[in-house]
C-alpha cells in the first residue's frame, strides 16, 4: 500500500501516515513559468494500493480548481504507472453543494466533478462529511466512500465537563439528519436523552431569512452542528435563535472549516457563540487563532481517515489474495 499526500495536504498527511504507523510515499511537485505545473510519485507504483489525499478547499495561495486539477492529474498519473487501485481522498470536496438544478439552466457541479475523477480512472472516491451524501453517492459511477463524523463529534462533546443538558442543534433544514445522527451517536454515547432542535432557512438570490426556530433548549448548552462554515451567517442566525430559547451556552461544531475574513469578524464580535470547533480537513489559517483566541478549537479527522485506509486495504489485499489461486489454477 502507498499514501501519499500532496503539497497543499501535508500535514494532515503526516498526521494519517502517523495515526497509521506507516510512511508517507515521496513525491514531486514542480511549478513552470506561465502557471503550468506537474507532479509526480517517486515511488514505484506499479502493482500498488495507491491512496492520495488532497482536501480541495480554496486557498489565498491555491484555488479549488488549481487544488483539483493537481489531484487529478497526479491520480492519473498512478494509473498509468500501473497502480493496481487508486482511492482519491479529498476530505473536503470542492463543489459539493452543487448538486441540483435550482435555476434554469444551472449546472449541477458537483456531477461533473464525478466525471472528471472517472475519467482519470480513479477506483474509489473517499470524503469526510460531504455536504449531501446522497448526492454524492448517485453523482458517482465509481465507488465512493463517505466517512460521517457524528461519532467523532459525540466523543469531543461527551468529554466536555458540563452540568447543563446538552442539545444538538441544525442551523437549516437539510442538515436535519446530519443533526439526528450527532444526537443519537451521543445519547449512545452519554446513555443521557438528548434534546433536539432546527432552525428555518430558505435563500433566494443570495439573501438567507427565516426565523422559525423548533426546539426546546432551555438552559442547555447547544451544539449547532454543520458540514462546513464559510459565510458564518447560518451559524450566527441559529445562536441567536437558541439564545432567545433559553440556551445557557451555545457552540458551533463544524466539519469543514471554510471561515472568510468577515465570519472571523463576525464571530470575534459577537458573544452569540461561545466555542468554534473545526476538524483539520482543512488548514486554518493561523490568523484566525490571533483573532478567535481559546473559542477556536480542533480536533483531528487523521484517524477516521487513517482507519477508513486500513479497511479498505485488508479488504483489498484479502480479495487479491482469494483471486490469485484460481487465477494460477486456470
Not at 494532515?12 to 513559468?33: I, N, Q, T
Not at 441540483?100 to 449541477?108: F, M, S
Not at 471554510?258 to 461561545?274: C, G, H, K, R, Y
Request: with cysteine; proline share 4%; hydrophobic share 40%.
Amino acid at each position: 500500500m502507498l499514501f501519499f499526500a500532496l503539497d497543499r495536504s501535508k500535514t494532515l498527511g503526516l498526521k494519517v501516515a502517523k495515526a497509521g504507523g506507516f510512511d508517507l510515499a515521496l513525491h514531486e511537485e514542480r511549478e513552470f513559468e506561465g502557471g503550468e505545473h506537474k507532479a509526480r510519485p517517486l515511488a514505484d507504483v506499479g502493482g500498488q494500493d495507491v491512496y492520495v489525499l488532497q482536501s480541495l478547499n480554496g486557498e489565498p495561495v491555491a484555488s479549488a480548481n488549481d487544488k483539483l486539477l493537481r489531484l487529478l492529474f497526479f491520480l492519473a498519473a498512478c494509473r498509468d504507472h500501473g497502480a493496481a487501485r487508486v482511492t482519491a481522498i479529498a476530505p473536503y470536496l470542492a463543489y459539493s453543494r452543487k448538486d441540483r438544478l435550482t435555476k434554469t439552466q444551472d449546472p449541477v457541479t458537483t456531477r461533473y466533478v464525478a466525471q472528471l475523477f472517472e475519467a482519470v480512472g480513479v477506483d474509489t472516491v473517499m470524503t469526510l462529511e460531504v455536504h449531501n451524501p446522497a448526492a454524492f453517492q448517485n453523482a458517482y459511477r465509481c465507488r465512493t466512500l463517505h466517512l460521517s463524523t457524528e461519532h467523532l463529534f459525540a466523543a469531543e462533546i461527551a468529554g466536555r465537563s458540563t452540568d447543563r443538558p446538552v442539545a444538538i442543534v441544525s442551523p437549516d433544514p437539510g442538515g436535519v439528519k446530519r443533526a439526528q445522527l450527532l444526537r443519537e451517536a451521543l445519547q449512545e454515547t452519554t446513555d443521557k436523552d438528548v434534546p433536539f432542535g432546527f432552525m428555518e432557512k430558505r435563500r433566494s438570490a443570495g439573501v438567507v431569512s427565516g426565523t422559525h426556530f423548533a426546539g426546546e433548549v432551555d438552559d442547555c448548552a447547544v451544539y449547532i452542528v454543520d458540514d462546513m462554515i464559510c459565510g458564518g451567517g447560518t451559524t450566527l442566525r441559529a445562536a441567536e435563535a437558541a439564545r432567545a430559547h433559553g440556551a445557557a451556552e451555545v457552540h458551533a461544531i463544524v466539519a469543514h472549516g471554510l471561515l472568510t475574513n468577515d465570519a472571523v469578524t463576525a464571530f470575534a464580535q459577537t458573544s452569540l457563540v461561545d466555542t468554534i470547533t473545526l476538524t483539520d480537513s482543512t488548514a486554518p489559517d493561523p490568523a484566525w487563532a490571533g483573532r478567535l483566541g481559546d473559542r477556536l478549537r480542533s480536533i483531528s479527522c487523521a484517524p477516521m481517515i487513517e482507519n477508513a485506509i486500513r479497511q479498505e486495504h485488508d479488504t483489498w489485499s484479502a480479495q487479491a489474495a482469494s483471486i490469485r489461486p484460481r487465477n494460477a489454477s486456470g
